[in-house]
């Protein structure tokens, strides 16, 4: 069989003119994997990781529908199919919408992949690896007002779909992006979205891989004027899932709301990156981050709201609440902010404790039993970040948690 270094350079030798993958998979080995000695990467379980064990995927894999895309696709108007990172149905025409695949080397932020990524080593897999760019134009003003589901199905082995969602100038589009499969497998998505002036786009990432998947996945919003990113990021499955969630807002009076959500038992680690960067003036971002862990299973938040000179009169929020359903269970919360200006309003906060005892006590003198009780005060703890999504979708994520809590076991203090 082969190993991951054998089934990479086979598969570079298919792409042996573009000079990019070449130089990112050389930038790769010399700098290696992270080290839990980075300061970035000390909470992740690498000692548990070996990337010899997996074979880059070199055509798509077989998949059928499950019933959550099922479920899903009934609530979109167009539905796109990615396997292991290769594009194999771009659904049906919408209007205002174009979808293709391009042999691109260049970051939506300018430049090339390899510069914008060089130091992120699984992000210079994907700049390598990624079969192609997945691309999703919304035409200038055009208001799509069916959601997009994008289906991301991976088989074993390592993946690397690469997506690129732009929006012109007044667009407005919902995006649901979608994960599943990858047992025994390696998922490493690389994605970016480019809202031009005035455009605003809900954009959802839902994570539901198999138990046995490693998870390391990276997106970045790039808003312009007047722009609006509204995305919610849902962590259910892997074994670690490791999300980055970046906004740079560039133009003045854009606006960026972020909320990520995760629910770990076993031995699950949900590891929950963000960074938000203000750039212009009148600014605004709010990032609610809330997760439960069960069994001994753990999560990481680290947030960082980063202010440069001259982002007057920017207001930025960040909140992180963890509830922890065993006493085995453990959730580090390390939120952050570097200001360079004056006029600004900041704040953060963050917490980590069991469900609330008074709580429970008031349900069970009410006659209900101790587990539905527990069962209600988790679901109350999720349904904030549940209403935020778009209510079709919001339906079928509050059934999948619902029906996960079922199967965890909650141990009070």
Not at 30 to 50: C, H, I, K, M, Q
Not at 107 to 117: D, I, Q
Not at 305 to 324: M, V, Y
Request: aromatic residues 6%.
């Amino acid at each position: 069989m082969e190993n991951f270094t054998t089934s990479a350079t086979s598969f570079l030798l298919e792409h042996a003119k573009n000079v990019v993958r070449h130089d990112a998979w050389s930038a790769f080995v010399e700098s290696g994997l992270p080290l839990t000695s980075d300061e970035v990467w000390r909470y992740a379980p690498l000692g548990n990781f070996a990337l010899e064990r997996y074979q880059v995927a070199q055509a798509p894999g077989g998949v059928t529908n499950s019933p959550l895309v099922d479920a899903l696709a009934a609530g979109s108007g167009r539905v796109v199919r990615v396997v292991d990172g290769f594009l194999v149905d771009a659904g049906r025409d919408t209007d205002g919408v174009e979808v293709s695949v391009e042999e691109s080397v260049d970051s939506l932020a300018g430049g090339s992949l390899l510069e914008h990524y060089e130091r992120d080593s699984f992000a210079l897999l994907n700049c390598a690896l990624a079969p192609s760019t997945l691309v999703v134009r919304v035409a200038p003003g055009a208001h799509v007002t069916a959601p997009i589901l994008i289906v991301y199905s991976a088989t074993s082995g390592a993946s690397f779909p690469r997506t690129h969602v732009i929006l012109g100038r007044g667009a407005q589009a919902t995006i649901i992006e979608y994960f599943e499969g990858g047992r025994d497998g390696l998922v490493v998505p690389l994605e970016e979205y480019q809202l031009d002036d005035n455009a605003s786009l809900q954009l959802v990432n839902y994570q539901r891989l198999d138990a046995t998947a490693w998870h390391v996945a990276r997106t970045t919003g790039f808003l312009a004027r007047d722009a609006r990113l509204v995305q919610g990021v849902v962590g259910l499955g892997s074994h670690y899932d490791r999300s980055r969630n970046d906004a740079e807002l560039r133009g003045a009076n854009a606006s960026n709301e972020l909320r990520t959500t995760f629910l770990g038992a076993g031995d699950q680690v949900h590891d929950f990156r963000t960074h938000q960067l203000h750039l212009a003036p009148r600014t605004t971002s709010t990032l609610l981050s809330k997760g439960a862990v069960a069994d001994s299973s753990r999560s990481v938040y680290t947030g960082l709201i980063e202010i440069e000179k001259g982002a007057k009169r920017t207001d930025a929020r960040q909140t992180n609440h963890n509830l922890l359903l065993s006493p085995a269970a453990h959730a580090d919360s390390v939120p952050n902010l570097d200001i360079r200006e004056n006029d600004v309003m900041c704040a953060h906060a963050s917490s980590v404790g069991p469900l609330d005892e008074l709580q429970r006590w008031y349900l069970e003198s009410r006659g209900v039993s101790r587990a539905d009780a527990e069962r209600l005060l988790i679901q109350g703890f999720f349904y904030e970040m549940l209403t935020a999504l778009p209510s079709d979708l919001a339906q079928v994520v509050e059934a999948d948690v619902t029906d996960t809590l079922s199967r965890v076991a909650v141990v009070a203090p």
